[in-house]
């Protein structure tokens, strides 16, 4: 009997059994993140000279604009002190960095790093960032080097003595305009001479995205809320004049004040806004918004956007200068825009300040010298009442105003673009600057932006390298110590020793793109490469399923196959003995989820098997996902599908934060308003992701069962592939080269030919690359731009590498 109970004892019950080990996971999970916290905490004590990179949670993960890569350079190199922080993400310890090297590898994109990826050997090894960025426009360096507003014009250009605009002379000696100098006015250039309804001077979507302005989907635009103006603009829709002040917060600029005025002149709301964050400087000078004024304030920025939303009618305009900053600060998307900057075109692409506009064309004084900082509802009002003077008056009337004539005859303080507090001794050109940074025609350098003048302002040293071709665009900043090299190989044997010295420099590679200027069939082969690679994408997405009986039930096995992830397509394979179903995924993990789970399992009374396509270019498919699922940036990336869609975004993060930090969730298209149907998770630490995948895969949330496996691709891809707008080709058309009226067997024999010669030269590039970024100091941080191509015959996605050097 004692024996029986014993034995009895042994076998517990089922459900104390489940409670134990549930107990003994608890226990491991808090020991492991009690010996993390550790970790973390030993490291911060010996690592406190070390300068560490972070994506903020909030901010997109996958994909950056030339505009927040320039946010980030400014502030490496210049620091809190002299500029902004990025509002996307943070530099801990900046102090500590050595500097910032910048290498652009001309001519190639995101679809070459990937299509070529077991030839970037160290590139995908020794950066854990990476980025998509839009496909560049020809001034990318300025954008990212250069400044948002253009340097103060001491003189202006003439011609016979009198101001000039694109070379054409704009006054006559009784300073009125002829009728033939009318037709190259920029304004009559733009609109014609005919008077216009209010939507003829909207901005197109292009125009939007040229300008900054937040848009859905663009990377920068995460969270942002929509207007809710979605009806059709007429010529008599109404239209709002807007106009923001901001602070500056450990985050970057946020809102403290809004205003908007109604059509007749009339205030519809004016209210001051608490940050966020905690406030650094309140920009007093600009803004009017001081500490005092703040303190009493409860209203957020959600309070104003709610608000906002309500007074405007469907159909609103609204009307500002430079309105994209407002929005940024309002973290709201609207669709019909005035922007009176742009309105009252100049030539060279310059724009007239908000207060020269209202004093020459309206008569009157904003923005006095006497009142400290700005009145945000006289500057929507000002604005408003531009746009309303142009629409009724027509360009014409505008053209005839001559306003260069009365921006020339401005003082030069009127004309310089303010900045924040305590920044306008180190923003002053030097006088070696002011001398050697023009251009032919003796004017400031187009591209002589705030960071290289601040750079001259404290004898810190800018290197450029390259060959002449690649520092031709470059050629008049006399911030940058210049070297010329011939070769992407002298350039490198140049940078080790310069870069170390430099508080910037930036590096050309010009092989692939020489590479491909010496071989005219080359520009066939790039057609086919981008062809080619969507299509190879897109078989990493599909599996192959059957067999079936002939009157299965397709809406079944969809189903079924859903589970693993969103179905791009679905179709029936009839030209078999028995139907097969084709089945495309949105992402590479669902089609690899569908092959290890229900491969050999029985659907509609079958055994059926799962499968990837074999095709010719899908035979080293598993090699490059076996390197893709080591790659440094998924290290700590897990996928997880067969989410309900009563969960959140939040509530994924609240579920799976208890394996450790989470750093993101990462949506496909990165919605964030999204309930996902799969998603990738981002934590701080491998292990983090190894417990979770552990505890987590077939587990019950909601009535459903969640797959969860180790992430397969970077996460940033899921940006490139979802968002087709980024990388798909667009050919057009160009003269065919003498290959074209070669056989076939010729024409492959030669592209074969072609593949061989560029994976050679993305391994030497690759192997350049490396050799300079083992010759940088610790704490240097690298950037390594991957520009993309906008040419007549296609339009690729960049890619950006970063990583700041440490030894191991």
């Known amino acids: 009997m004692a024996n029986n109970a014993k034995i009895l004892c042994k076998h517990k019950n089922p459900e104390e059994k489940n409670a134990e080990e549930t107990k003994k996971k608890r226990a491991k999970i808090q020991k492991w993140t009690i010996v993390e916290s550790d970790i973390r905490h030993n490291d911060q004590e010996q690592q406190k000279d070390v300068s560490v990179f972070t994506v903020n949670t909030e901010s997109n993960h996958c994909a950056i604009t030339h505009k927040q890569l320039r946010?980030?350079?400014?502030?490496?190199?210049?620091?809190?002190?002299?500029?902004?922080?990025?509002?996307?993400?943070?530099?801990?310890?900046?102090?500590?960095?050595?500097?910032?090297?910048?290498?652009?590898?001309?001519?190639?994109s995101q679809m070459h790093f990937y299509r070529y990826y077991l030839q970037f050997k160290r590139l995908r090894k020794m950066f854990r960032f990476r980025f998509s960025m839009p496909p560049p426009p020809d001034d990318f360096l300025l954008r990212i080097f250069g400044t948002d507003k253009f340097p103060p014009q001491d003189k202006s250009p003439t011609v016979n003595g009198t101001p000039a605009v694109n070379g054409h002379c704009l006054m006559t000696e009784n300073n009125i305009l002829r009728p033939?100098?009318?037709?190259?006015?920029?304004?009559?250039?733009?609109?014609?001479?005919?008077?216009?309804?209010?939507?003829?001077?909207?901005?197109?979507?292009?125009?939007?995205?040229?300008?900054?302005?937040?848009?859905?989907?663009?990377?920068?635009?995460?969270?942002?809320?929509?207007?809710?103006?979605?009806?059709?603009?007429t010529d008599n829709s109404p239209l709002f004049g807007l106009d923001c002040e901001m602070c500056l917060t450990t985050k970057g600029k946020e809102l403290t004040r809004v205003s908007i005025v109604?059509?007749?002149?009339?205030?519809?709301?004016?209210?001051?806004?608490?940050?966020?964050?905690?406030?650094?400087?309140?920009?007093?000078?600009?803004?009017?918004?001081?500490?005092?004024?703040?303190?009493?304030?409860?209203?957020?920025?959600?309070?104003?956007?709610?608000?906002?939303?309500?007074?405007?009618?469907?159909?609103?305009?609204?009307?500002?200068?430079?309105?994209?900053?407002?929005?940024?600060?309002?973290?709201?998307?609207?669709?019909?825009?005035?922007?009176?900057?742009?309105?009252?075109?100049?030539?060279?692409?310059?724009?007239?300040?908000?207060?020269?506009?209202?004093?020459?064309?309206?008569?009157?004084?904003?923005?006095?010298?006497?009142?400290?900082?700005?009145?945000?509802?006289?500057?929507?009002?000002?604005?408003?009442?531009?746009?309303?003077?142009f629409i009724d008056q027509g360009p014409m009337k505008v053209a005839k105003l001559n306003l260069e004539n009365f921006q020339a005859k401005q003082p030069a303080g009127d004309n310089s673009t303010p900045e924040p507090e305590g920044k306008?001794?180190?923003?002053?050109?030097?006088?070696?600057?002011?001398?050697?940074?023009?251009?032919?025609?003796?004017?400031?350098?187009?591209?002589?932006?705030?960071?290289l003048n601040k750079l001259c302002m404290g004898d810190q040293k800018a290197v450029l390298l390259g060959t002449k071709?690649?520092?031709?665009?470059?050629?008049?900043?006399?911030?940058?110590?210049?070297?010329?090299?011939?070769?992407?190989?002298?350039?490198?044997?140049?940078a080790q020793t310069e870069i170390p010295v430099a508080s910037l420099s930036l590096s050309h590679f010009m092989s692939y793109s020489e590479y491909i200027e010496c071989n005219l069939?080359?520009?066939?082969?790039?057609?086919?490469?981008?062809?080619?690679?969507?299509?190879?994408?897109?078989?990493?997405?599909?599996?192959?399923?059957?067999?079936?009986?002939?009157?299965?039930?397709?809406?079944?096995?969809?189903?079924?196959?859903?589970?693993?992830?969103?179905?791009?397509?679905?179709?029936?394979?009839?030209e078999t003995h028995k139907p097969y179903v084709r089945i495309e995924y949105e992402l590479p993990e669902s089609a690899h989820l569908a092959v290890l789970t229900l491969n050999g399992s029985i659907m509609e009374g079958f055994f059926i098997t799962v499968q990837r396509p074999i095709k010719e270019n899908t035979l080293d498919c598993d090699t490059v996902l076996k390197k893709l699922e080591k790659d440094v940036t998924s290290q700590a990336v897990i996928y997880v599908s067969g989410i309900q869609q009563t969960l959140t975004k939040e509530d994924l993060s609240e579920k799976f934060s208890k394996f450790g930090h989470v750093e993101a969730v990462i949506c496909l298209g990165d919605k964030a308003d999204a309930k996902p149907k799969e998603c990738f998770i981002k934590y701080g630490s491998l292990e983090s992701a190894q417990e979770a995948q552990a505890t987590m895969n077939g587990q019950e949330v909601r009535k459903g069962r969640l797959n969860v496996l180790r992430a397969l691709t970077p996460y940033h891809l899921q940006t490139w592939a979802s968002q087709r707008s980024y990388t798909a080709v667009s050919p057009k058309t160009f003269d065919p080269p003498p290959l074209e009226t070669q056989s076939f067997e010729r024409r492959k024999e030669k592209l074969s030919q072609c593949e061989e010669e560029l994976k050679n030269v993305m391994k030497t590039i690759d192997r350049y690359v490396g050799r300079l970024f083992k010759a940088l100091t610790n704490n240097t941080l690298c950037i390594v731009l991957l520009p993309g191509t906008n040419s007549a015959q296609c339009s690729t996605a960049g890619l950006c590498l970063l990583e700041i050097k440490q030894n191991p």
């Open 262 to 389: 109604n059509a007749e002149g009339c205030c519809v709301m004016d209210e001051l806004v608490k940050p966020d964050n905690q406030i650094i400087n309140y920009l007093t000078r600009f803004s009017g918004i001081t500490k005092t004024m703040l303190m009493p304030v409860k209203t957020k920025l959600k309070d104003v956007q709610a608000r906002l939303k309500k007074a405007l009618p469907n159909d609103a305009v609204l009307v500002g200068h430079s309105l994209n900053n407002d929005l940024e600060a309002l973290k709201m998307i609207h669709p019909n825009i005035i922007d009176t900057s742009l309105l009252f075109a100049r030539g060279l692409g310059r724009r007239f300040k908000l207060k020269v506009l209202v004093k020459s064309v309206l008569g009157r004084e904003i923005q006095s010298e006497e009142l400290v900082g700005h009145d945000a509802s006289e500057d929507a009002r000002g604005a408003l009442e531009l746009a309303q003077y």
């Open 71 to 108: 946010e980030l350079i400014n502030y490496a190199v210049l620091g809190e002190v002299r500029s902004s922080p990025p509002s996307w993400c943070q530099i801990h310890r900046q102090k500590e960095l050595k500097g910032v090297a910048v290498i652009v590898l001309h001519g190639v």
């Open 180 to 233: 033939t100098d009318l037709d190259n006015h920029p304004i009559i250039i733009k609109y014609g001479r005919k008077k216009q309804g209010l939507t003829s001077y909207l901005l197109n979507e292009e125009e939007l995205i040229k300008n900054d302005y937040p848009l859905a989907g663009n990377p920068g635009s995460e969270g942002f809320v929509q207007s809710g103006c979605t009806a059709k603009v």
């Open 469 to 494: 071709k690649a520092m031709k665009e470059l050629i008049h900043q006399g911030a940058w110590h210049k070297f010329e090299c011939r070769t992407d190989k002298e350039v490198v044997q140049q």
């Open 424 to 451: 306008s001794q180190v923003n002053r050109l030097s006088d070696h600057l002011k001398a050697s940074c023009r251009g032919a025609d003796g004017r400031p350098c187009f591209y002589c932006g705030n960071l």
């Open 521 to 574: 069939h080359m520009k066939i082969h790039e057609g086919l490469l981008h062809e080619k690679m969507k299509q190879k994408l897109s078989e990493m997405c599909t599996v192959y399923a059957g067999p079936f009986c002939k009157d299965f039930c397709l809406k079944s096995v969809k189903r079924t196959f859903r589970n693993c992830g969103s179905i791009s397509s679905i179709s029936v394979i009839t």
